[in-house]
């Protein structure tokens, strides 16, 4: 990375750093809230286009690596972490502790989100098409279902990610620089890895798999590749629903969270990493701006997808970015 | 290039403007209407759940007003919707706190979704009763955090009670859902209860929610001769049980707790449930007056029998109304603490004291199934 590079990605942490401390002081928490589940939302509509829109993979079962990241790092937080981050406040002024602690707690997630996605993805990415998608929905439940049964987190009832053992730790975070700093890094990362040369690997599996291994790309562990990456981002954006709700539950991660992520990669446009970012936001947004509409809302929201779907087939962006050969020239 | 960047800044600095501008006064102020959020789960998997309460906290809220308010001034009722889902439990509380300003939550029936929200009534310090979550932890998120249902604990109790002193049984035997949290808590309850009654538990049997074939646990069971069976489950393996003992001979009635009280119990169990007894919030044929006059006027505005989710939306808004009067004012502890202190509260759902863990300690109702309907056996009061 270049001088200016590196300069353009200080001045950004230093914004969101800035914007972590103040934005929570001046604005109302309900806005914060929103702000922080479009954040969210960024993260694992990103990751998934990796795999739905640039390898070509149909995978609906994305947030069930969502909910290996939540669980984890919310376990890791409240069994491990709580007792750390109490030992960091003790020296640090409290926003500066949670930033030293929560890039372990996020990694935690990440990281076993990463390796399910390894586990799934090995036998899974030899299916094809419809056969893929099913089996990539059933793994999503299986792991839904998997984690109601352990106690430990929970089960049925719920998990709290507070630690009452550690008065001194207050795991969840309010402020939203923690969350869009994961976002850009996202974007950066994945942006960086489908348009590089070695990218190219990923569309090239996307349009012709069979032309693709005739001239040596190797098919499956290209999208092994591109699962696992995408499994890691979705377990750090689990990682981060659950410190920012505070609260998880296993209905949060129902085949109905992987769906919806599915909207956001295809209104966005298959093969745009932009386009996801946007409909992320807007689709997540609608539905608290469309309260106004009472019993309507819904029906207005499910219309916009219709109408958008019918006069946009290609989503919004097509395979287009929006203004992504500045942000590249200038990290590049 | 730094033209944009400044188009960029005035942007967010206007977005930023705008979002913070919206404060309204009005929860606050002392001429307007009192505001009360509700929350609740008017779309989604339990959207009965939700219509029922918000039916019956309106149908309060209506009976208050026609009355001329409370403090001098009308309540108005601010409903959300959270399409049954967890989060957005969440986002529901914190809209209706910050930008309603209302001066109280009501809300949740589903335990997760009030343990969800919860945490931003505490932090807000805006007094929050639910109606219907039953599982102990809600309440303990916080000493903002209410309840106007008894816990699962408790009705554990109470048909215990009922089995020894009512049936008269020496032997119980318990079938119970052990992946239920709801019924793993009313049988370990009623095994204690009884057995410091002096009853004996001769079968401690299990099954899981979706199971269809209970013989070998019902065989074992028929092989103790007990007097009476316990299950604490939902509806529809409540149903399978009762018609597969009857089969088996089991003619001994068995006992359950509120997952029964739907209609379907009557559809799956038909004949097989007759004669057996479970406990709820309240009858609809109660003998009291004021469950009455509440069923016909439910009726008349809403063409349908209330179910036990409408009664506790009526009364935990009833006992909101009821702590807002003794205030006198709609500031956040100070109604908190009247809340606390609500004691006798005449509700629909039985006579309601808040208790140190606020919860509500209330009589339950026996219920028996007769003639292929519900029908008020008799009330064990709150001990």
Redesign the interface.
Known sequence: MSRSGWITVAACALVLLALDVLLPRVLNPYYATIVIRIGIAVIAAVSLQLVNGFTGQFSIGHAGFMAVGAYVSAAFSVYVGAGWLEAFAAVLPGPLARVAYYPMALAAGGVAAAVAGLVVGIPALRLRGDYLAIATLGFAEVIRIAILNVDAVGGARGFSVAAADHPGADLRFEGFGTVYAVALVTIVVISRLVYSSGGLSFRAVREDEVAAASIGVPATRVKVEAFVVASFFAGVAGALFAHSEGYVHTNSFAFLRSFELVVFVVLGGLGSITGAVLAAAVLTAAPELLRGLGEWRMVLYSLLLIVTMLVRPQGLLGTRELGFDWLRRRLG | MHGRWRVGLALAMAL?VA??G?EQTSGAGATGPIRVGHFAS??GDTATFGRSTDNGIRMKIEEVNARGGVLGRPLELVT??D?S????A??TA??L???DEVVALLGEVA??RS??AA??AQRARIPMISPAST?P?VTQVGDYVFRACFIDPFQGAVMAKFARETIGAKRVAILFDF???YSVGLADFFRKTFQSMGGEIVADERYTSGDIEFRAQLTKIRGTRPDAIFVPGYYTEAGLIAKQARELGITVPLLGGDGWDSTRTLEIGGSAVEGDFFSNHYAADSDSALVREFVEKYRAKYGEVPDAMAVLGYDAAGILVDALARAGTTDGPKLRDAIAATKDYPGVSGTISMDPQRNARKDAVVIEIKDGGFHYKQTVPAF
């Open positions: 930023a979002a913070c919206r008017l779309t959300e919707d399409r889902i967890t989060e957005e969440r986002t914190q809209k706190v910050q930008r335990s997760s343990l969800a945490p931003e599982n932890r992946k239920q949290d």
